[in-house]
């Protein structure tokens, strides 16, 4: 997911933010498509929840659309940062959607991790982008997700799950292509279009794969190793380096985030480790 970040950001040095998101959906609706006819697989397509997948397909046409925004304006690491803000959001939902008491420690963490992204967000004006607010706005869409993953995992199949939100957020994000500048990509952008949908989907397969093997509280807590990875891209590549506010500011989401997936119930870690891909 880091090379997938990454990449991403590359290519927003070259074409705005709605043109990538749609061919990114689009190479997605072609992997996951594929995937399905080879592995011939069509009967785990079978739904009769169609209008929840348009709902979860709405949502992550508008993650996508805010994360790629946010990789072009602002530090790789500060986007994953407020990204893994979500399991709060689960946790400050859970008692209404999973029937799930929030206990006095899991509250003391989610308020440390939500003083982390307010310190990531502060309204410095040398520091504070739009961006930022966007990407708290998706960490927020990302925990809807992950409930709304929860609640149809119960009826569908994970590759329904994945499928049905790859053609409606293809045409989502083409409505916003349509209206903005296309410019058309060289063959080696074709190529590196091809690699960043390609990181991301067989990022979020191993990460399900891994969810299937592995501790719900164990998978959750290793995926806060994608800031590692992200923060050596971005200094790699592009002399990225948190300021010392901002570097605890994360440590405190990482923190608050590895307490509560480590110390919530079962049915709530379940929920925290269903990511959506971008």
């Known amino acids: 997911m880091a090379f ?21 959906c689009t190479f997605g609706v072609l992997y996951v498509a594929a995937f399905v006819i080879l592995s011939g697989r069509l009967h785990d397509l079978r739904t009769r929840r169609l209008h929840w997948h348009m709902l979860r ?19 790789m690491i500060e986007v994953e940062a407020i990204g893994h803000a979500a399991p709060f959001f689960v946790a ?61 995992s119960e009826t569908e199949t994970t590759l329904a799950l994945t499928f049905y939100i790859f053609p409606p957020s293809a045409l989502i994000t083409g409505v916003f292509a349509w209206y903005s500048d296309w410019i058309s990509p060289t063959v080696l952008h074709w190529g590196v279009f091809a690699a960043q949908s390609f990181f991301a989907t067989i990022a979020t397969l191993l ?24 923060a050596l891209l971005g200094f790699a590549f592009w002399g990225e380096t948190p300021d010392p506010i901002t570097f605890f500011g994360i440590v405190l989401i990482v923190c608050g985030g590895v307490y509560i997936v480590r110390h919530s119930t079962r049915k709530m870690d379940e929920s925290i480790v269903q990511q959506v891909e971008h």
């Open 92 to 152: 400050l939902l859970a008692p209404a959607w999973l029937k799930e008491q929030v206990t006095g420690h899991n509250w003391l963490a989610i308020g440390i991790g939500f003083l982390g992204v307010l310190i990531i967000l502060r309204p410095d004006p040398g520091h504070f982008h739009i961006a930022h607010f966007i990407m708290f706005a998706c960490a927020l869409a990302y925990a809807l997700l992950i409930l709304l993953a929860r609640k149809l």
């Open 207 to 230: 990460f399900i794969a891994g969810v299937r093997r592995v501790d719900a509280t164990l998978t959750a807590t290793l995926d806060y190793t994608t800031l590692i990875w992200v």
């Open 4 to 24: 997938a970040d990454a990449l991403t950001k590359w290519l927003s040095a070259s074409y705005g933010t709605p043109q990538i998101a749609f061919i990114r």
């Open 57 to 75: 397909a709405l949502l992550v046409a508008a993650v996508i659309l805010g994360v790629f925004y946010a990789l072009a304006k602002i530090p």
